[in-house]
Structures are given as C-alpha cells and as structure tokens.
C-alpha cells in the first residue's frame, strides 16, 4: 500500500499533569497524543480545523495505550506520530514516546478516527474528496 507519514514534536511534562509523587497520570499519555495529532496536522496540513471546514468532525473510536515506564514531572518527552494510510473512510495514528534525556520508550499507542458529516453527525463510508486529494499530495507524489 501507500508509504508511511512521521513526525515528531516535545513536550515537557507539566506540573499539573503528575500525582503527588511526581508520576504522570495515565490519562495523559493520551492527551500526548493528540500533541502528536496536532503537530503532525500543523506539518502536513491536515489539522481540526481543515477538517472542520471542509464539513466534517473526525472523533477517535478507538485508542490504545501500552505503558512501559513512568514519565514525572519535569520529563521531556518525544511524541512520534505516524499515519498508517488504510482504503477504509478512517484515519490511523500509532504512537511512540520517548524520555528525551534517555532515550527510553515510555510507551506506545494508536488511535483510529472516522469521519462524520458535521451538521448531521452521519458516518461517512468513503473517504471524503479533499482527504484523498490530500492523500495523493502527500503520499503518492513523493
């Protein structure tokens, strides 16, 4: 099938994202990964918004999370996104994260979003037109 999309971005672990021992609550491994979502959107054209105006919302019907250290606070951390191209009307992001000072995996995911027309909340079967238009941009013409 069609090549692979990257990117990466940091993030620095806030204090209002760790428990009273300094550990990062599990729920925000996912909030990184929309960091990723967004970072990759913002670099390849393809955010929220871009989306949003061209008539569609694309909710997340399913995410997995697998943790393999603990990231605490004041942790740099690298989320790296990839887009997994697929036929189906769906968009596919796995994910790694990095302690950026050593280099360890932290953990890894993948989310699967669908695409619903915005006014009506109806779940399209194919994919929209500007979205295989952006598709034969970024992963065919390379």
């Not at 999309?5 to 760790?18: G, K, M, P, Y």
């Not at 932290?106 to 993948?110: E, I, M, P």
């Given at each position: 099938m069609q090549k692979e999309?990257?990117?990466?971005?940091?993030?620095?672990?806030?204090?209002?994202?760790?428990d009273p021992l300094g550990i990062v609550w599990h729920?925000?491994?996912i909030r990184y990964f929309e960091d990723g979502r967004e970072a990759f959107g913002n670099k390849y054209?393809?955010?929220?918004?871009?989306?949003?105006?061209?008539?569609?919302?694309?909710?997340?019907?399913?995410?997995?999370?697998?943790y393999k250290?603990?990231?605490?606070?004041?942790?740099?951390i690298r989320v790296e996104t990839t887009y997994h191209p697929c036929e189906a009307a769906k968009i596919k992001f796995s994910?790694?994260?990095?302690?950026?000072?050593t280099e360890e995996l932290?953990?890894?995911?993948?989310t699967v979003q669908?695409?619903?027309?915005a006014k009506t909340s109806v779940l399209q079967l194919i994919n929209p037109v500007f979205f295989e238009e952006?598709?034969?941009i970024h992963l065919r013409a390379q």
């Open positions: 999309l990257s990117d990466h971005t940091e993030i620095l672990v806030r204090f209002n994202e760790a729920g925000h491994y054209g393809i955010g929220y918004l871009d989306f949003y105006r061209n008539g569609y919302v694309v909710p997340i019907v399913n995410v997995e999370c697998s250290k603990s990231v605490r606070y004041g942790d740099k994910y790694r994260l990095f302690n950026v000072k932290v953990a890894t995911g993948s669908v695409f619903l027309e952006w598709k034969n």
